[in-house]
């Protein structure tokens, strides 16, 4: 019975930055592992960036690696993704989503407990 709910997005010039959260509710929380996802108008939803239960392992997508950095403070039932560097091709819907597995995978199929997004656009 895990509740997700996303902030922090907006509009963002090209090469500037936004930090999204994902703030849970829920006495499960540290049983679950975290994603976030984002999806483009006309393309499928594809895994940006994960980190584990306790915030040990984390994995980014090809195309925000060294951009996008994500953390987990447990304390606060809150995850992070720290979006530097943005670019148009970043514009999505983004998702953070959760499941009950000590690691994490991208793959949205995995994910069982997902909130409602955040709309980031990058344009000029």
């Known amino acids: 019975q895990l509740q997700l709910v996303e902030s922090g997005g907006g509009l963002v010039q090209p090469g500037g930055s936004l930090r999204l959260s994902c703030a849970a509710s829920?006495?499960?929380?540290?049983?679950?592992?975290i994603g976030w996802f984002r999806q483009a108008p006309g393309k499928e939803r594809e895994g940006v960036s994960c980190i584990s239960r306790r915030g040990g392992s984390t994995n980014y997508a090809d195309s925000v690696k060294g951009r996008f950095t994500i953390s987990r403070d447990n304390a606060k039932n809150t995850v992070y993704l720290q979006m530097n560097s943005l670019k148009p091709e970043d514009t999505a819907v983004y998702y953070c989503?959760?499941?009950?597995?000590?690691?994490?995978?991208?793959?949205?199929?995995?994910?069982?407990?997902w909130g409602q997004g955040t709309q980031v656009t990058v344009s000029s």
């Open positions: 829920g006495f499960t929380w540290d049983y679950y592992s």
């Open positions: 989503a959760a499941v009950v597995q000590p690691m994490c995978v991208m793959s949205t199929d995995t994910y069982t407990n």
